[in-house]
């Protein structure tokens, strides 16, 4: 945000205010500003209009931060659960992630098969270009999923078999699963891509 976002910021937060029927200072409005300037306004409006629907409590700019951050769900963490998933399903089966990340899938690789079918090697290489933009979707999820089909749904599609399309590997159980394995130090090892050997 920048200054000329102020009057709108304080709107809002006065608003969230009245919600929890919360006093408000002109340098309590202030402290708030500057502690959430480094996120946009809409990014700000989406957390508090979560956290009004989701908290007893009037939100500390700690708790706005977390909603607009994914409660840590990071880059890094993200493309953990993404290599789990080729791990798993490959490009035999279909994938159901959030929307912004499919986007992402298909702008930046045509689609989970082309994905999928990438080296370890290539994945390596990718992990320190692709974490960063995960990071920054992240912070922008919509709660939105999009299926990305593997090659036996795209066959069935094609053939006109629709009413056997098979059920999507879905990510949240996967980014779950990242999320146990993942200790500090530890990395679950690289998948192999579809076909390779080890």
Not at 71 to 82: R, T, V
């Amino acid at each position: 945000m920048t200054e000329r976002d102020f009057e709108e910021f304080a709107k809002l937060l006065g608003a969230v205010a009245e919600v929890y029927n919360e006093p408000l200072s002109p340098v309590r409005i202030r402290l708030y500003f500057d502690a959430l300037r480094e996120y946009s306004l809409e990014e700000v409006r989406r957390a508090f209009k979560e956290l009004v629907r989701t908290s007893d409590f009037f939100p500390r700019p700690a708790a706005v931060v977390r909603a607009i951050e994914g409660e840590g769900e990071s880059g890094q963490l993200i493309w953990l659960a993404l290599l789990r998933m080729l791990e798993r399903h490959g490009y035999w089966d279909s994938v159901k992630l959030p929307k912004e990340i499919a986007q992402l899938i298909r702008t930046r690789f045509g689609g989970w098969i082309e994905f999928s079918q990438l080296t370890r090697q290539e994945l390596r290489r990718l992990e320190r270009e692709m974490v960063p933009l995960l990071d920054r979707v992240a912070r922008k999820l919509s709660g939105e999923t999009e299926v990305l089909h593997g090659q036996h749904d795209l066959n069935n599609i094609r053939n006109g078999y629709t009413d056997a399309l098979q059920r999507p590997a879905d990510f949240t159980t996967f980014i779950e699963q990242v999320k146990v394995l993942s200790q500090p130090g530890q990395i679950p090892p690289l998948p192999r891509a579809a076909g390779e050997r080890r």
